[in-house]
T-cell receptor, first 111, second 117 residues
Framework: DAKTTQPNSMESNEEEPVHLPCNHS???????IHWYRQLPSQGPEYVIH???SNVNNRMASLAIAEDRKSSTLILHRATLRDAAVYYC????????????FGTGTKLQVIP | GAGVSQSPRYKVAKRGQDVALRCDPI?????LFWYQQALGQGPEFLTY????????KSGLPSDRFFAERPEGSVSTLKIQRTQQEDSAVYLC???????????????FGDGTRLSIL
């Protein structure tokens, strides 16, 4: 399984942008980059995904490096409700592949 | 509801008892996954169904763990002769993609928290 590396924790001030990095140096050409977040006592929640181009949705933006070996999840204005564990995972598009979560990045938002 | 539903939300059992955890996926979703999440860790893959077929059970930790999805919708994860190390949150996810293709997100339930005394 292709793996990802994320910092264990990050802090952000409320209403400031947050950039959450993810390294995936062994990514294959058919792997999508997915981001999920998990609030306490809840299941993971899908945030965004992309293949090569940067992506935007109502929750966040995903910036993908040109060589695709890293990506950054961007929360444009952090709120207290964004405090969660953020997971970056790879999912192949060439057929079934087992999904591997790491330990993610715990984001703390400071009021 | 429109999301993935898991029941019960909490389950306490004595060591040695059998337990059954239920997952109702989003209607029409072909792919269904079970994960185990220990405290402070990310979800660990247990097993994958495509419709009623269990295509990958490589993550099941022992033969005490058994999962089924007989009609391709509701799934049950059964743990026999429970041990204390089985204590964890068990998460179910579904996806509309056949073959669990990477261009479709997984939708997770809120899990069942299992505590073995």
């Amino acid at each position: 399984d292709a793996k990802t590396t994320q910092p264990n924790s990050m802090e952000s001030n409320e209403e400031e942008p947050v950039h959450l990095p993810c390294n995936h140096s062994t990514i294959s050409g058919t792997d999508y980059i997915h981001w999920y977040r998990q609030l306490p006592s809840q299941g993971p929640e899908y945030v965004i995904h992309g293949l090569t181009s940067n992506v935007n949705n109502r929750m966040a933006s995903l910036a993908i490096a040109e060589d695709r070996k890293s990506s950054t999840l961007i929360l444009h204005r952090a709120t207290l409700r964004d405090a969660a564990v953020y997971y970056c995972i790879l999912r192949g598009s060439g057929g079934y592949q087992k999904v591997t979560f790491g330990t993610g990045t715990k984001l703390q938002v400071i009021p | 509801g429109a999301g993935v539903s898991q029941s019960p939300r909490y389950k306490v059992a004595k060591r040695g008892q059998d337990v059954a955890l239920r997952c109702d996926p989003i209607s029409g979703h072909v792919s269904l996954f079970w994960y185990q999440q220990a405290l402070g860790q990310g979800p660990e893959f247990l097993t994958y169904f495509q419709n009623e077929a269990q295509l990958d059970k490589s993550g099941l930790p022992s033969d005490r763990f058994f999962a089924e999805r007989p009609e391709g919708s509701v799934s049950t994860l059964k743990i026999q002769r429970t041990q204390q190390e089985d204590s964890a949150v068990y998460l179910c996810a579904s996806s509309s993609a056949q073959g669990a293709l990477g261009n479709q997100p997984q939708h997770f339930g809120d899990g069942t928290r299992l505590s073995i005394l």
